[in-house]
């Protein structure tokens, strides 16, 4: 049997360019007659002709409002443009993380992600479409530049004439002429993968020994993580079913801003200030991002928690058995990592901000533990980075030291010296301000000579650049990546514009100070890095340039 296709005429719409995370604009900008179909048209005008023409494709949303909606779009659109199976979680329902192992775990061809990761959702909220690639991981440039070109060029797109498909419950579907949608638990497979990296039954064990006095609460901030969080750390670990809070996804997740950070999740962090769990985490919308938290809300810095996991590494089975390939952060993050792969003696690399660029790295497995500021931390276990594995790494590492967050840090810190380390975001700022911004401190790019051999307290510059990357594995060249004020003792400053806002520009200004000084390694971050903050703002002429005299969130 054929299926009916219906060839529908459309125009291109404007902006339709994938930024780091896919296309992301707010909902009422998809809800546009054919703004939607035209960009999944372009994706598949982009990539199916020799990659996806009778392959897999995996689909998966995060919850967010549209996303049941789009998932129904894309299936009937994958009909017609020839895919041959198209595999989608329950519900339409799969974290960012999932997808990118069911692409690896059933040999997938590509994947679809509906999510606009840590931006609200909702109605009035942002939606986001965005291309994995068959290793799992992000599309590359290459590709979603094709997508762009294809999103100018439309004329129609295709679209099979079937009915929406039950996505209440696993089964397969079959439409005909080779067209097969398969509806898979949207969490069975993820927990495959999490057993066969963690010893769950050490983890099952530490967790629920009363002696230990372990408890933890882990807030999925009613964003993908809820089912994932509640099957793996109560029904598999045996923690209390109140370990998990706002683990149901909701399409608006709860009127707030799924992003684990200080600000957002306050509640999470009031939480553990008034009660005596010794372990909090919290995720993001689309379950990639993490931010992990110790006794009485004691916060991890994202770049000091990449750094504890790949110094604990032998107490992972994974990297036990497999060995540290190398390891791996992007620009802004600070430079604990840096020191423990001097330490262990394995390949370092630092990367442009998004998570593509681990990708290659790991595919030339030179990679094997990554992270960003931006609380993403992840591994070569799948192509995203991904939040409950950071969770079950910490778990490890208490599990098998038998200690508190806060004494793996300290005894890190010790041995390793402390990066503070601190970001002052400016979100939704003029554009043509911040960008007066940029090109002011452009001309110190130009002319280091301004800027090197001053002092700024006790901070001397060392030197001015604009961060540029070479790929090793495919050798392609990333310009303009942020701007660096790199000062003697490693300290730095660092200015760049966000690549994942929705509207505006998002300037934001990266801090990364580092003290061996023993009496000093506890110190507030705030009140240490105090004077490169200032120093930060007034070579910029931050509030000069853009009226802003605070930054709108600070982690
Ligand atoms: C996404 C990407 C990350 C990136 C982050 C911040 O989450 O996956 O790799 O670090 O955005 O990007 P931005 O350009 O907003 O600083
Ligand atoms: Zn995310």
Not at 183 to 195: A, F, G, I, L, Q
Not at 296 to 305: E, I, Q
Not at 334 to 348: C, G, I, M, T
Request: with cysteine.
């Amino acid at each position: 049997m054929s299926l009916k296709i219906n060839r529908v005429t459309t125009h291109p719409f404007d902006g339709q360019k994938p930024g780091t995370s896919g296309l992301r604009k707010r909902v009422t900008v998809f809800q546009q007659p054919g703004y939607t179909e035209n960009f999944v048209q372009a994706t598949f005008d982009a990539v199916t002709l020799n990659v996806l023409r009778g392959k897999k494709l995996v689909i998966g949303g995060d919850g967010r409002f549209l996303v049941p909606e789009v998932v129904q779009i894309i299936i009937k659109m994958a009909a017609a443009n020839e895919i041959g199976r198209v595999i989608v979680g329950t519900n339409g329902i799969l974290s960012t993380p999932a997808v990118s192992n069911l692409v690896r775990a059933r040999k997938a061809q590509g994947a679809i992600i509906l999510t606009a990761s840590h931006n609200p959702g909702g109605p009035e909220g942002d939606f986001g479409i965005k291309y994995n690639v068959e290793n799992g991981g992000p599309a590359p440039e290459g590709v979603t530049n094709l997508i762009y070109e294809c999103s100018k060029k439309i004329q129609s797109y295709s679209i099979a004439d079937i009915p929406n498909v039950d996505l209440s419950k696993p089964a397969e579907h079959s439409f005909g002429s080779g067209f097969a949608v398969e509806v898979v638990d949207s969490v069975d497979e993820y927990v495959t993968c999490m057993k066969s990296l963690f010893d769950f039954a050490a983890l099952r064990a530490y967790c629920s020994d009363p002696a230990n006095k372990f408890s933890m609460l882990v807030d999925c901030m009613h964003g993908v993580t809820g089912p994932y969080a509640t099957r793996i750390f109560v029904n598999e670990l045996g923690n209390a079913s109140n370990s998990v809070m706002n683990n149901i996804p909701l399409p608006d997740f709860g009127g707030g801003h799924p992003d684990p950070n200080l600000t957002y999740a306050a509640a999470l962090v009031e939480k553990m200030k008034n009660s005596e769990h010794t372990f909090g985490a919290a995720s993001d919308g689309d379950g990639d991002r993490n931010m992990i938290l110790g006794k009485k809300g004691f916060f991890v810095t994202p770049s000091d928690s990449v750094a504890v996991i790949a110094a604990n590494f032998a107490h992972i089975p994974y990297f036990k058995q497999s060995g540290l390939k190398g390891l791996a952060r992007s620009m802004p993050t600070s430079a604990a990592l840096d020191r423990v792969a001097a330490k262990l003696n394995v390949e370092f690399f630092e990367v442009p901000t998004g998570w593509k660029f681990f990708g290659n790295l790991m595919d030339a497995s030179r990679l094997s533990i990554c992270g960003e500021e931006s609380f993403g931390t992840g591994s070569d276990h799948i192509r995203e980075k991904d939040g409950i594995w950071a969770m079950l790494c910490w778990l490890s590492i208490m599990a098998a030291t038998n200690s508190s967050v806060e004494d793996v840090l300290i005894k890190h810190w010790t041995t390793f010296g402390r990066n503070y380390f601190s970001r002052y975001d400016y979100e939704e700022v003029d554009s043509d301000k911040a960008n007066s911004m940029v090109a002011h401190l452009q001309q110190f790019v130009a002319n280091p000579a301004l800027l090197v051999g001053k002092q700024f307290g006790r901070f001397t510059v060392a030197s001015v650049d604009d961060f540029a990357y070479t790929d090793p594995v495919d050798h392609s060249v990333s310009l303009h990546q942020g701007i660096r004020i790199i000062f003697a003792d490693g300290s730095r400053i660092i200015y760049r514009l966000s690549g994942t806002g929705s509207s505006g520009a998002t300037i934001r200004v990266y801090i990364d100070s580092f003290e061996t000084d023993s009496a000093k390694l506890t110190m507030d971050a705030q009140v240490a890095l105090k004077p490169l903050i200032e120093t930060a703002l007034e070579l910029s002429k931050l509030t000069e340039f853009t009226g802003r005299k605070e930054p709108t969130v600070i982690t």
